[in-house]
Structure formats: structure tokens, C-alpha cells
């Protein structure tokens, strides 16, 4: 079971000052479900900035509160191949410290590359030079009306509606070539969030990968909430290390500075956390 | 969600326009400030060249922003049976940095323009928003606080409806109506049809003022 953070949920301006101690994170209470539906602040994406300062992107807005996120995927051993027993048996380990079943989710990354002239894909060397060969689209599961764009070599996270995947298209500038999902189930453990999942090509079975994520509803300053986040992972590590799995989940930082992101957690940091997994788990597969 | 935007020629009695708006919508004016940004696709890139644009509102506290894809004139027998230019438009709010990831993604700068003046939203058979602007240009780039009027006492007028494939044609044919009562005003064409200047508009924009709209035109 999981002992949880006070009952009253942070109000949005506020962060929550954690009453227990970050460990024992899980104690013998029994697992409690989170009160209510998710307090989200719509996290406005103004800028109090005028047009000359477009250059940096500006800080999220302080009443912005979104609880913490994590992002992990799996390394397997050299020489293992991937599958999706590993899937099960992390799910399994969900339930065995007290979470339940709260559903699917998915979220998609889908990579835009540009077109020229002659057609799709083709002479790329005519492009100029500083005409990025890829762009990222994300979709999160819980915010379907939202859509991020990231632009890995400039750093740089857009933010904005569903609309833009057909702006996208109308333009006709880049075009949109691998729709890469990850999905899974979801569990609640008191106040935390766990998402397991696969990383699958849109429309087949072929794993290209595993990852989880772990969401920390009280806080949403990356700061504060990182201790009890280590916490949390070695709980989980030492939990799924007993079923001897030929592998580990890993997390990997993002420079969410380098993004211009600050300290209070967004939905534009976990679409920069979701671009950095997937890199990773491009490269745990290559290797 | 498609937007279609109606493209409307340009007006002279502004106020009168404005008086007859606000009895045919029953809703307060709303002011528009919108600095517009016009970018296009560099050399070689796309199946075909781009241009999309970025609306900067400055109305609000809070600047915000939007971008916005308008698409060619809509043609066929449709099109040909309608007496006023419309175009699609698609449009997704962003977050403040669209400006520098339209750049990074190969679209240059070709123009920019400040529009001033009015707006209103209503319900009238579609979701209306008939704007009306002066068209202003900035001496440097993105001097907003500089801009000064292109064409001095002339307006622009842009009606937008919200249609899905599903409903396009009741929404054209609630834009067809609408505009029957600006006609007084202004009449509405296709470029090159018209000069867009009614003979009468200035005896109906001084009954306008008169009455403050209460009259039938």
C-alpha cells in the first residue's frame, strides 16, 4: 500500500508542502484513489512578453500548476531482444505495490520531414542548410485539443491546438511520415500515477519499445518534488528487480532549460520528455 | 473544424457601419488590435510554395496568438453561384515562440500589418465575426506603436464563419443573407467585378447616423 500526502489538494497558486516525510514513500495504509478529477489549471500559453523578445521562450505562467511527470523507458540487456512480457510483468509490479486499473491512455510523437520540389522525401540537398530534416508532433493523451511541436535542434517546444496538424498539411511544407504510439494502462497509487506502456508504429504490432511514465499529483515544481521522485523510482526498481527481468527502466534527464522551460512543470515538458525517450529508445534498439 | 472566411471589399462610412452592425448583432463592439505577420516558404521548399500567417492580438492584456492558413478561392459550380470570393481557412491558437519556430522551420518574413479597429460576434444562423480594420504599416520592423494607415479612410470589411462539410452549405447561405443587409453599405463581390463603392452608400450611412440604426434601411 501507499501512505499518502495530505488530503486537501494544492490549490493552483500554491505548492504543496509534503507533510510526510519523502520516505517510506509506501507504507501498510491501503491504497487511496486521488480525490476527484484532476485539478488542472489550463496553463495559459500567453506571454506577457512583447513581440521584440520572441526569441526566448518565455517562463510558464505562475498560476500554471501541473503535477510533476517522469518519463522512463526500458534498456535491455545487450543481446536481449525486446518483448512484451516485460509489459506484463511491470503492470503486475503496478498492482503488487496497491495500484488499480484506471484505464488506456495513449500518446502519439509523429515525425514530420520536409518536402521539396521534386516530390516527397526527394533532393533534400536542395534545401538550405538551416531547413531542420525533421520535426516532431506530439500528441498527449489527456489534452487530445492540444498539439506540441518540437524542433530538437533549435531547442524549441510549440505549443498549440489540434487544428495545427492540418495547418501542417494545407502547407504542404513538411509532411507527416511516422506515426509512432505509445500505449498502455494506467494505475493509481495514492497520489502518484503510473502509465506503462509500448512504443508502437501506428496501425501494426512491431515493438519498438517499452516505457512508463509516473506522474506525482501535490507538486509541480521540478525541484521539490525530485527527491520524492527517486524515492518513488527505487521503490519501483527494487520491486521489479525480483522478477529478474533481462533489463531496466531508465530515465534521462531533459534540459527542459535549454527548451526555455522553467521549474513549474507543464504539458510542454513532458512533450520534450516524451522526444528525449524516444531517442533513447531509439538508440537502446540500434544498440 | 474549417473556417471560412469570406473576403469583402473595402468601405467608406465606418461609423454607419458600425451603427448598423451593432442593431443587426445586439452585441457591444469589440476592439481589434492585430498585428498580422505574412511569411512565406524559402526556396525549394514544399511541394509548392507556403505562406502562412501569424495574428498577433494586442487587444488583450495578454498578447496572444494565432496562425492562420488561408486557402485558395474556392472554385467550381458551387463557387460560381455564390456573388461573394470565399476561402477556407483553418487557424490554431500557439504558444508565444510560433513566431521563432516558423523561422526555424524555413518561412521568411514578407510583410507585416497592424489592423485597427472593431469587431462583432454573433449568432445569426452561424457563428458570425464581421471585422472591421484599417490596414496599417510599420516603418520598422514590428514598430507596431509606429504603424500608420495604408490607405487613409479605408476600411476593410472580413466576415468568418465556422463550417464543417456537414453544414458548409446553410452556412454560406447564412453569410449570403447576412450580407444582403450590408448592402446598403457596401456591396460585396468578387475582385474585379465591382468596384465595391455603392452610389447610395452615402445617403444610407447619413440615415444611419441619424437614426442611430433604429431606421430600415
Redesign the interface.
Known amino acids: 500500500g501507499i501512505s499518502h500526502c495530505p488530503a486537501r489538494r494544492p490549490a493552483p497558486c500554491e505548492d504543496s508542502r509534503v507533510k510526510t516525510p519523502p520516505s517510506p514513500l509506501l507504507a501498510g495504509a491501503p491504497p487511496t484513489r486521488r480525490h476527484g478529477p484532476r485539478q488542472v489549471v489550463p496553463c495559459?500559453?500567453?506571454?506577457?512578453?512583447?513581440?521584440?523578445s520572441?526569441?526566448?521562450?518565455?517562463p510558464a505562467h505562475p498560476v500554471s500548476a501541473f503535477p510533476r511527470r517522469r518519463l522512463m523507458h526500458w534498456h535491455p540487456n545487450p543481446g536481449v531482444t525486446l518483448n512484451t512480457q516485460i509489459l506484463s510483468e511491470a503492470c503486475g509490479c503496478a498492482e503488487s505495490l496497491g495500484g488499480t486499473k484506471d484505464g488506456r491512455w495513449k500518446t502519439s510523437i509523429i515525425f514530420y520531414r520536409?518536402?521539396?520540389?521534386d516530390?516527397a522525401g526527394g533532393a533534400q540537398q536542395?534545401?538550405?542548410p538551416?531547413?531542420?530534416r525533421e520535426?516532431l508532433g506530439v500528441a498527449l493523451h489527456e489534452r487530445p485539443g492540444l498539439?506540441f511541436?518540437i524542433?530538437r535542434n533549435?531547442r524549441?517546444v510549440?505549443?498549440?491546438?489540434?487544428?495545427?496538424s492540418?495547418?501542417m498539411e494545407?502547407?504542404?511544407?513538411?509532411k507527416a511520415r511516422v506515426n509512432l504510439n505509445f500505449e498502455g494502462f494506467q494505475y493509481q497509487l495514492g497520489d502518484f500515477c503510473l502509465r506503462i506502456g509500448k512504443c508502437v508504429p501506428n496501425n501494426t504490432e512491431t515493438l519498438r519499445g517499452i516505457m512508463m511514465e509516473v506522474e506525482y499529483y501535490p507538486l509541480s515544481s521540478i525541484e521539490k518534488s525530485r527527491a520524492i521522485m527517486v524515492d518513488f523510482f527505487d521503490i519501483w526498481q527494487e520491486t521489479l528487480a525480483k522478477k529478474s527481468l533481462p533489463g531496466r527502466f531508465i530515465h534521462v534527464e531533459s534540459n527542459f532549460a535549454e527548451y526555455?522551460l522553467s521549474d513549474h512543470y507543464s504539458f510542454?515538458h513532458t512533450a520534450v520528455q516524451y522526444a528525449t525517450c524516444l531517442q533513447q529508445l531509439m538508440a537502446a534498439v540500434r544498440a | 473544424?474549417?473556417f471560412f472566411f469570406l473576403w469583402v471589399c473595402t468601405m467608406q462610412h465606418v461609423e454607419a457601419l458600425e451603427v448598423l452592425l451593432q442593431g443587426l448583432s445586439g452585441v457591444p463592439k469589440e476592439r481589434v488590435r492585430v498585428?498580422e505577420l505574412c511569411l512565406k516558404?524559402?526556396p525549394?521548399?514544399?511541394?509548392?510554395p507556403?505562406e502562412?500567417r501569424l495574428l498577433?492580438d494586442l487587444a488583450q492584456p495578454?498578447?496572444?496568438?494565432t496562425?492562420r492558413?488561408v486557402?485558395g478561392a474556392m472554385r467550381g459550380a458551387g463557387a460560381e453561384q455564390i456573388s461573394i470570393l470565399v476561402r477556407t481557412i483553418?487557424?490554431?491558437?500557439?504558444?508565444?515562440?510560433?513566431?521563432?519556430?516558423f523561422y526555424?522551420?524555413?518561412?521568411k518574413l514578407d510583410h507585416e500589418i497592424l489592423k485597427v479597429g472593431f469587431a462583432f460576434r454573433f449568432q445569426r444562423g452561424a457563428q458570425f465575426t464581421v471585422t472591421v480594420t484599417s490596414a496599417n504599416k510599420m516603418p520598422k520592423l514590428?514598430a507596431?506603436d509606429e504603424a500608420v494607415q495604408v490607405t487613409p479612410g479605408i476600411q476593410l470589411v472580413e466576415i468568418t464563419a465556422p463550417a464543417a462539410a456537414n453544414n458548409y452549405n446553410d452556412v454560406v447561405s447564412a453569410v449570403t443573407s447576412f450580407c444582403e443587409y450590408l448592402a446598403p453599405l457596401l456591396h460585396l463581390s468578387k475582385p474585379g467585378n465591382s468596384t465595391g463603392i455603392v452610389p447610395t452608400a452615402g445617403a444610407a450611412a447619413a440615415s444611419l447616423m441619424s437614426s442611430g440604426g433604429a431606421k430600415t434601411l
Open positions: 495559459s500559453r500567453l506571454s506577457p512578453s512583447p513581440l521584440s520572441h526569441g526566448a521562450q518565455p520536409p518536402m521539396t520540389r516530390g536542395n534545401l538550405p538551416d531547413v531542420p520535426l498539439y511541436s524542433l533549435q524549441l510549440l505549443q498549440a491546438d489540434a487544428a495545427f492540418q495547418v494545407k502547407l504542404q511544407s513538411f526555455g510542454q | 473544424l474549417t498585428h516558404s524559402v525549394m521548399l514544399g511541394a509548392v507556403s502562412v498577433c495578454t498578447p496572444s496568438w496562425i492558413h486557402g483553418v487557424e490554431s491558437k500557439a504558444s508565444s515562440n510560433v513566431l521563432r519556430y526555424g522551420i524555413g518561412y514590428h507596431t
